[in-house]
T-cell receptor, first 116, second 112 residues
Framework: NAGVMQNPRHLVRRRGQEARLRCSPM?????VYWYRQLPEEGLKFMVY????????ESGMPKERFSAEFPKEGPSILRIQQVVRGDSAAYFC??????????????FGEGSRLTVL | SQQGEEDPQALSIQEGENATMNCSYK?????LQWYRQNSGRGLVHLIL?????REKHSGRLRVTLDTSKKSSSLLITASRAADTASYFC????????????FGAGTRLFVKA
């Protein structure tokens, strides 16, 4: 029973390139969350999605960042025209039920983005 | 605004001692959770306590919740070197938001 799968685990991009991070939730989970973590800091909420719907994107920057969770396939977090400040670990989590009483989140191992 | 805030930011103890970490939050909640993160890894769920519960145990973990003070504590008894990790509290607000909010974490170092 595979857990939350994220790829790539490590990604290096030059400034101005695009970064695309993928997340496959646990089997049977239809709620996906993306978080960003800077070194030595906590997780900052970015976006909450259900299949084909963005439920809450209040933590996502208005420009350059987008997320989707299509009917088929993984959830994608896309960062266009990356800047050095985008360097961080990006974590995906899934849950079998959603807000407002989500309960336990199941996390992937994260994708670590380095922008040169 | 940020929900959970942990205290202390860092804690260093000897193996066998107890470790206590505290978390404060700002708005009313449905539940509060504690997670653990080993360096370079994802977060692992430890325990969930609902807003109508005051105390919960799981193995060497004991969590308390005081909704009047908007605070929670995580106690790890008889700590082991393998408990070295960062510990985060997380809250689901009951105010119609759709996100679980994490604090900045307590970094625990258990010396063998």
């Amino acid at each position: 029973n595979a857990g939350v799968m994220q790829n790539p685990r490590h990604l290096v991009r030059r400034r101005g390139q695009e970064a695309r991070l993928r997340c496959s939730p646990m089997k049977g989970h239809s709620h996906v969350y993306w978080y960003r973590q800077l070194p030595e800091e906590g997780l900052k909420f970015m976006v909450y999605l259900q299949k084909e719907n963005i439920i809450d994107e209040s933590g996502m920057p208005k420009e350059r960042f987008s997320a989707e969770f299509p009917k088929e396939g993984p959830s994608i977090l896309r960062i266009q025209q990356v800047v050095r400040g985008d360097s961080a670990a990006y974590f995906c989590a899934s849950s079998p039920q959603g807000a407002p009483n989500t309960g336990e989140l199941f996390f992937g191992e994260g994708s670590r983005l380095t922008v040169l | 605004s940020q929900q959970g805030e942990e205290d202390p930011q860092a804690l260093s103890i000897q193996e066998g001692e107890n470790a206590t970490m505290n978390c404060s939050y700002k708005t009313s909640i449905n539940n509060l959770q504690w997670y653990r993160q080993n360096s370079g890894r994802g977060l692992v769920h430890l325990i969930l306590i609902r807003s109508n519960e005051r105390e919960k145990h799981s193995g060497r973990l004991r969590v308390t919740l005081d909704t009047s003070k908007k605070s929670s504590s995580l106690l790890i008894t008889a700590s082991r070197a393998a408990d070295t990790a960062s510990y985060f509290c997380a809250t689901d607000a009951d105010t119609g938001g759709f996100k679980t909010i994490f604090g900045a974490g307590t970094r625990l170092f258990v010396k063998a």
